[in-house]
């Protein structure tokens, strides 16, 4: 079992809603097909030891008016790694982060993670070494700029007049407004002020796609000014940005 367990969360600790996980091991690299697909069996599975019924409602109907799901991850990340081209490098000790803006989540998840020894990542043994809470900003401004590690995708809707075309890219000239209808919708979901709306796009980053249940999902990291009510602003750092968030999508890494 992990050496550094974690208190329930009580009222005041409801916004430290990331969990994470120390892990080591001894492979050196993550075959590309593996770097995101097993962290949403792996989010699931957590879940469903200590919270079958949640896990189960989250899966077949989803949470909210849209039936979104509220999680999000990031793949395992070793800063030390050796970097060799043209692999996704692991080695030694490093960390897999979960979030979600839903308390009942992250209850399930710590309950779960208390009696784990390894996580398995796509046949990589992950020894779990520890486990802590991360806080998000206060965003006491109602602005905030995020930056994610893992690519933004939205698919085009069918009503869209974009025929034959499936996945939009944040240099489309109809990204933003895609991306700001999911902002609200996240918010609504939640229960939130759904007054949230995009500022600017900083920054994208490459076109990048990865495979995770059917089909490979394109899309690119990108860097945003959001403008926000505060609560708004730290459910989406907990949840992630754009679709399949649940999917390992959208993750935000740097935040100011």
Known sequence: MINTPVQPLNAQERKAVRLRIEVMTTASELPWPRVLAP?????YNLLAATADELAQQLHSAGWGPFGMVPFGYCPPTFPRARRRSGTYAVGGTGFVELGSPLPSVIHAWIAALQHRDVIDWGGVALHVTGLSMME?????????????ETPVVLKVPPSSQLPGQTWLLPAEPQFPEMFNNNLIRKAQTLGLHPDIELDEIMWVGPKRSFAVGRGAKPGAAVEVVLSGAPETLRALWSWGLGQANSAGFGWIGTFR
């Open 39 to 43: 962290g949403r069996g792996l989010a």
């Open 136 to 148: 998000p900003p206060e965003f006491d401004s109602g602005r905030a700029r995020m930056r994610t």
